[in-house]
């Protein structure tokens, strides 16, 4: 890890208790609309890999719906959590970048994690998501648009610095398709929370196709 990815995982172990008070509890239409667009698209009792999975609140509605799930993070504080508020599901520290699952997934969650990669590492997530996703999987990005690198307050920690990468539709569009991902639907939001990052949410499903 570089010093940027070292710092991001430092961050979210000092917040993850506040942070999963803050988002672990959403239930609005508004605030699910991008986990539901992801399961439209599945089938039941599909097998999803949730990479950066953090407190574990997307895996634990993706199984409320009906589904299996394994989930990762680089946080341990996070990963804490995620095993405390569902036992049923397995958690593990890892990194996204080199992770593999205990078996093949019909589908891979990223929400909310990869845009504290550089570029290099967020398309070495990709590569290795491809290892593991079977053909015709189905990918869910989450990302912050906008353009270019920057350091911004943590909004749940002010004195700390984080490193964002932001991109846009198009940016994204064409990372995908470089790995072999073919964009089916997307969806933005804007910040319905004032501990967000202040920039609109995308989100991508992509099939993937060998």
């Not at 943590?154 to 064409?174: N, V």
Request: proline fraction near 4%; include cysteine; charged fraction near 30%.
């Amino acid at each position: 890890m570089n010093d940027w990815n070292k710092k991001a995982v430092e961050i979210y172990d000092k917040i993850a208790e506040e942070y999963s008070k803050n988002f672990d509890c959403i239930d609005s239409e508004s605030d699910l609309v991008f986990l539901n667009t992801f399961l439209s698209h599945l089938q039941p009792n599909s097998y999803i890999v949730d990479v950066g999975c953090g407190t574990g609140f997307s895996a634990g509605y993706f199984v409320k719906k009906g589904m299996k799930v394994e989930g990762s993070d680089l946080s341990s504080s996070m990963i804490a959590i995620a095993k405390r508020n569902y036992p049923e599901i397995i958690f593990s520290v890892a990194d996204m970048r080199k992770f593999s699952p205990k078996e093949k997934a019909d589908a891979v969650w990223a929400g909310y994690s990869l845009f504290h990669f550089e570029q290099k590492d967020f398309e070495k997530t990709i590569k290795q998501i491809r290892t593991y996703l079977k053909p015709e999987g189905i990918f869910g990005l989450v990302m912050q648009e906008g353009e270019g690198e920057l350091e911004r307050d943590e909004p749940f920690l002010p004195e700390e610095k984080i490193y964002l990468h932001l991109y846009t539709e198009d940016q994204l569009r064409s990372i995908l398709k470089k790995y072999g991902f073919n964009v089916i639907e997307q969806k933005r939001k804007t910040p319905l929370h004032p501990n967000e990052f202040p920039y609109n949410k995308l989100l991508l499903i992509a099939k993937c196709h060998f």
